[in-house]
Each structure stands twice: as C-alpha cells, then as structure tokens.
C-alpha cells in the first residue's frame, strides 16, 4: 500500500518568513495530493490540492509543487503569520477513495 | 459554510463495552468515511461508505467495527468489545466527489479505560 513521509515534524519560524514542509509518497499510482491544516480541537481542514497533471499550484501565500519522478510534494507557506501555527498533514490518493496521511508537522509561527 | 458535525467530542468507556460514534455529514455529499489518530501518531483510514453500503475498509477494520446509515442524515460508527488501544481521535468525513474535497468532523475523543 502507499506510505506517506513528512518532515520536518516540529517547524519554528519568525513571522513573516517563508515555511516548507516536505512529503515522499511510494505508489507511482497516486494521483492527488491535498494539505491539511489542523488547528487545536478541530479536524483536518483542506487548504490546497494538486493533482499529478500538474507541477504546482498557489493560492495566495501558499503554493504546493509536485515532482511526479521523484515522488515527491512540497507546501510552502510564504509571509508567515502567527494564524498560520497548527499542525500541518500531506495526503496521498489514487484519487477514488481513501487518503493516506503523512505524520504531520507542527509549525509554530514566532511574533 | 457545511460542517460534519460529530458527538459526543469526548467519549470514555470501560473497556469491553460497546460505543457508537455518531456523524452527521454535509447534506448533498454521497461519500462517507470515518479515521482515526492514535496521539502522536498518524491520521489512519479505516472505512468508506458509499450507495448505502461499504466501499472499502483498511485492516485495522476488522469485525470488531461497524458503520451504519440508519436514516437519512447521521452516520454512525460502532466498535464492539472495545479495547485500551482503540483509544484515539475518531474523525468522520464526507465528500460529494471520492478523495477530493473531504470536509472532516471535529473529532470525537474516545478513551478507553
């Protein structure tokens, strides 16, 4: 079955600076790669997606690449602000059913 | 904006007994799912229901859990005989299109003691 990897695990930046978290995933199969963010208490909100037809995608301060040969994803977060700590999940699917998750990493934004 | 509302947020039983998890997912969409998160540990699929009946389940889904729909809004999850390790954050989720787009619950968190 597919295995998602996610690094860094805790992340600590000032604000205003840029953030990266990275994932691998092992099955060439999968084809969509969502980002969740989740805050204390709650569960897992979907902040971007990318599907393998494409190497990136932005919506404003937050951009994901892609790199289908080194099956491999990004999310970069830019212009960081204190909102933006939670913990943050990369996901893998063959895009029918059921998402495989990475291990999460925590970004604390530093005012 | 829809939410998948779930209940209770907190659950603790004594092990061996029975629980069932309660969800209900946004209106229009026509795939359930439930997860669960062992602390520390990561966010781990164990079924999918769609068409009213199970579209596919993980391992970990064994005869001790069940789904049902039981009428037109709520999708439940049971788990019988409950054991010290099914403890963890139990999210359900729904979608209108598979993978894509899931709106996860809040989470219930079941302790098992």
């Known amino acids: 079955g597919e295995n998602v990897e996610q690094h860094p695990s805790t992340l600590s930046v000032q604000e205003g600076d840029s953030a990266v978290i990275k994932c691998t995933y092992s099955d060439s199969a999968s084809n969509y790669f969502p980002w969740y963010k989740q805050e204390l208490g709650k569960g897992p909100q979907l902040i971007i997606d990318?599907?393998?037809?494409?190497g990136e995608k932005k919506d404003q301060r937050i951009a994901v690449t892609l790199n289908k040969t080194a099956k491999h994803f990004s999310l970069h977060i830019t212009e960081t602000q204190p909102e933006d700590s939670a913990v943050y999940f990369c996901a893998a699917s063959r895009g029918a059913n059921n998402l495989f998750f990475g291990t999460g990493t925590r970004l604390t934004v530093i005012p | 904006e829809p939410e998948v509302t779930q209940t209770p947020s907190h659950q603790v039983t004594q092990m061996g007994q029975e629980v069932i998890l309660r969800c209900v997912p946004i209106s229009n969409h026509l795939y359930f799912y439930w997860y669960r998160q062992i602390l520390g540990q990561k966010v781990e699929f164990l079924v999918s229901?769609?068409?009213?009946?199970?579209?596919?389940k993980s391992e970990i889904f064994d005869d001790q859990f069940s789904v049902e729909r039981p009428d037109g809004s709520n999708f439940t999850l049971k788990i019988r005989s409950t054991k010290l390790e099914d403890s963890a954050m139990y999210f359900c989720a729904s979608s209108e299109s598979g993978a894509e787009g899931y709106t996860f619950g809040s989470g219930t968190r079941l302790t098992v003691v």
């Open positions: 990318i599907r393998s037809n494409v």
């Open positions: 229901f769609y068409n009213n009946e199970i579209s596919e």
